[in-house]
């Protein structure tokens, strides 16, 4: 094998909203890049993590639910795919049309289905989940997998790894992500918001970070909350801005387990009237590209 030469290439997570991709993305890479909210639909935009098991290369794509316009021209560009569904609901969500398509798209692609929240089936019927899925006949190989627990974590990356393919290697060693650190920035604050406010205000607030900088030894962050109604305002700030602080302190801690520093956070809240139906809005927010 010529010098040089490794298991390298991309692994997408797909799936529908709430099955815990993010959380599985962060046990395989072992760290905090993709935010995980309890809400469904969170990931808005591919977050990318890089990461080197043994001599190998994979950069991980988490990406935004199925459901949710999903960017299918994606699953062209990787090598191999992880689709991540509840163990317990898995039959129901695989015949669901948009799975269907998902599914069509890939086929020339190995897919790994990755059986989600398997704590909460009993050790002893795991394998006849795992049967039951491999009976369908789709998929390269099936994992039950529960990333809080760091379960099966091992088994899917290796089930990963074979189906990566020996080339160069495709990124520095030094790389980690193909995201930009204010982007991975916003989005821990912006997964904060759906914890406090309600979802449908939520849903309706860009997060713009304005500046990343060292400051007296600590990581200085200065980021706007952009409402799409006047009346949203208020609800972000919250009582004598108690609202607002605890945004601000949830980012914080959120912001430092991301990027390991102290952190200092300025927020402010703005409006952008009916931002979310305006395309030149969206862009420049991030929300299309």
Not at 24 to 30: H, K, M, P, R, S
Not at 111 to 122: I, K, M, N
Request: some cysteine; glycine content about 6%.
């Amino acid at each position: 094998m010529p010098s040089g030469i490794i298991p390298s290439g991309y692994a997408l997570v797909a799936g529908l909203s709430n099955t815990g991709k993010s959380s599985l993305l962060n046990a395989l890479t072992e760290t905090s890049i993709s935010p995980v909210a309890l809400q469904p639909a969170s990931t808005r935009m591919p977050i990318t993590a890089i990461c080197t098991p043994g001599n190998a290369q994979i950069c991980f794509v988490d990406t935004p639910p199925l459901e949710s316009g999903y960017d299918w021209s994606i699953i062209d560009w990787v090598d191999v795919v992880v689709l991540v569904v509840d163990i317990k609901q898995f039959d129901r969500d695989l015949e669901k049309p948009v799975v269907k398509h998902f599914l069509r798209r890939a086929r020339s692609k190995p897919v790994v289905l990755a059986l989600g929240r398997s704590d909460f089936v009993h050790l002893e019927h795991r394998a006849a989940y795992v049967s039951r899925a491999r009976y369908t006949n789709r998929f390269t190989d099936i994992v039950p997998v529960t990333p809080p627990l760091n379960f099966g974590i091992d088994k899917l990356m290796n089930a990963v790894l074979q189906n990566i393919p020996m080339r160069n290697r495709l990124f520095p060693r030094n790389i980690n992500t193909l995201n930009s650190k204010r982007f991975l920035i916003s989005e821990q604050i912006r997964t904060q918001l759906f914890s406090i406010l309600p979802l449908d205000v939520a849903g309706e607030t860009a997060v713009q970070v304005e500046e990343t900088s060292q400051r007296d030894g600590r990581l200085y962050v200065r980021a706007n909350l952009i409402v799409s109604r006047a009346s949203s305002k208020g609800m972000l700030i919250g009582r004598k801005g108690q609202t607002l602080d605890r945004i601000n302190k949830l980012s914080l801690d959120a912001i430092g387990e991301f990027t390991g520093e102290d952190c200092r956070l300025d927020l402010w809240v703005k409006v952008r009237e009916a931002w979310t139906e305006n395309k030149t809005d969206l862009l420049e927010f991030g929300y299309v590209c």
